[in-house]
């Protein structure tokens, strides 16, 4: 594994080998910041193929007999306006690979999808949060997430806030609706704006396959994209596949 500084503060790369290493690293750090909150916990899921292998991971015998799940809440970053068994929707991904089986229903908190529209779900979730962290506006001090997860599309997008939607631009809301996604899949999102996601103690990128070489490398010359203004008041960390790395990624 190699680590190195990005040129922003408290951020940083760490390189692994491969699929099985970047989900075994990422459960690893997740375990590390449910262990340094002894009270309640609140993870931020986030949606894509990436994530996947972590979440079953957590849910092996090893991970799962460690997790105090009576006191960790999970919520998610961004989602697919479609219904809650759509194989898109992205809580539902999750609760398939592991929350299900794992957490308490009440611990669970996915953005509605059987409202009207993306916008009232927006408003839903945003009062759930508010009512989680017991005030409408956000202290420095008390960060609303523990851990943040995130992924980014291929045009530099992370939850589902795309290059150049005034969604990327909200400085109050903490959730929003996207009515059209810039990316697949074409369906409406709801998501989570930079104040409430930047909020948390880490937030934490996964970020798999050679396929991603040409976003990472852009994301890591500092270009201004969603997935750079992204960025955790406490610790951010890049996990990265070294086939999804710039090639002179070590040497730099
Ligand atoms: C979504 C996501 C999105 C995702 C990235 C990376 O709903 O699609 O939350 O932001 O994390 O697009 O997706 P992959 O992990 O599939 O590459």
New binding site residues.
């Given amino acids: 594994m190699a680590a190195r500084d990005n040129r922003q503060v408290n951020t940083k790369v760490i390189a692994v080998s491969d699929s099985a290493a970047l989900a075994k690293a990422a459960a690893e750090r997740v375990m590390a910041r449910i262990a340094a909150n002894g009270d309640r916990i609140a993870i931020c899921l ?6 996947k292998q972590l979440y079953r991971l957590l849910a092996s015998d090893f991970y799962r007999s460690q997790i105090p799940w009576d006191r960790v809440h999970w919520f998610v ?4 306006f479609v219904p809650a068994d759509d194989p898109l929707n ?1 809580m539902g991904m999750a609760r398939l690979a592991f929350l299900d089986r794992c957490a308490p229903a009440a611990n669970v908190h996915p953005i509605p999808t059987d409202t009207a529209n993306p916008e009232q779900a927006a408003r839903r979730y945003q009062s759930e949060l508010q009512s989680f962290y017991g005030a409408n506006g956000l202290d420095s001090a008390r960060p609303l997430f523990d851990v943040v997860l ?4 291929p045009d530099g ?4 806030l795309f290059p150049d939607y005034p969604a990327i631009e909200e400085t109050e809301r903490w959730v929003v609706g996207v009515p059209k996604a810039h ?1 697949e899949p074409f369906v409406p ?1 709801v998501t989570l704006t930079l104040p409430a996601l930047n909020s948390c103690r880490e937030m934490l990128f ?1 970020v798999s396959g050679s396929e ?1 070489r040409a976003i990472l490398t852009r994301v890591l010359e500092g270009e201004n994209l969603p997935a750079n203004r992204a960025r955790s008041i406490g610790e951010t960390i890049w996990l990265a596949e070294t086939a999804a790395l710039p090639e002179d990624f070590s040497g730099r």
């Avoid at 986030?46 to 994530?51: D, Q, V």
């Avoid at 995130?150 to 599309?153: E, H, P, R, S, T």
């Fill in positions: 986030t949606g894509g193929s990436s994530p970053g961004d989602e697919r992205n995130m992924g980014v599309g997008h992370t939850a589902s990316v999102r996964e991603k």
